[in-house]
């Protein structure tokens, strides 16, 4: 399976800071990597898809980059509801499809 | 909009098996897939499965192999995911979700998650 590794793993910002999350493949993926957002006790939501591709409906702040297999979830201004866990996957394998481990970004 | 709509939670006992529904609410499933993703308490995103109801092919996490079934049912729009042989580790949160598949001419691609069930919580206690 390809292993995919996020960093860091949190993260403490405050709101108008600018935010970089960084997620690592153990082989090239392309562009087939996506990115979520999860919230306590709801589901995940799709923010950025073929790792930059805003998803419609998503503040214009997220931003995506990145291919083989190096990719960057960026932050331009945090908002006080940005706060959340953030996962990349990787769609490259499939049937094998995996996720980073997350990154929780928290207030300072 | 579509809306995926899960079935209520469960309380299971280690060795019995569990079956979670997932109905398409305001549309089809039409040429998407379906994905299963569960999360432990406190852990990560764990894809499962999924399976391509116009096909009717279902492909699976190699380290769920043999212990998950994935079917779907296009004329009620409702996807199942079953798992047997539970045992606690198995405590989690799953969740269904339609994937874009992305299609080539020698293969095809769950692309993305875009659209999310809520999750159905399952308990596996003794």
């Known amino acids: 399976d390809i292993q995919m590794t996020q960093s860091p793993s949190s993260l403490s910002a405050s709101v108008g800071d600018r935010v970089t999350i960084t997620c690592r493949a153990s082989q090239s993926i392309s562009s087939y990597l996506n990115w979520y957002q999860q919230k306590p006790g709801k589901a995940p939501k799709l923010l950025i898809y073929a790792a930059s591709s805003l998803q419609s409906g998503v503040p214009s702040r997220f931003s995506g980059s990145g291919s083989g297999t190096d990719f960057t979830l960026t932050i331009s201004s945090l908002q006080p509801e940005d706060f959340a866990t953030y996962y990349c996957q990787q769609s490259y394998s499939t049937p094998s499809i995996t996720f980073g481990q997350g990154t929780r970004l928290e207030i300072k | 909009q579509v809306q995926l709509v899960q079935s209520g939670a469960e309380v299971k006992k280690p060795g019995s098996s569990v079956k979670v529904s997932c109905k398409a609410s305001g549309g089809t499933f039409s040429s998407y897939a379906i994905s299963w993703v569960r999360q432990a308490p406190g852990q990560g995103l764990e894809w499962m499965g999924g399976i391509i109801p116009i096909f009717g092919t279902a492909n699976y996490a190699q380290k769920f192999q043999g212990r998950v079934t994935i079917t779907a049912d296009e004329s009620t729009s409702t996807a199942y995911m079953e798992l047997s042989s539970l045992r606690s580790e198995d405590t989690a949160v799953y969740y269904c979700?339609?994937?874009?598949?992305?299609?080539?001419?020698?293969?095809?691609?769950?692309?993305?998650?875009?659209?999310w069930g809520k999750g159905t919580t399952v308990t596996v206690s003794s």
């Open positions: 979700a339609r994937s874009f598949l992305l299609t080539t001419v020698t293969t095809y691609y769950y692309y993305y998650m875009d659209v």
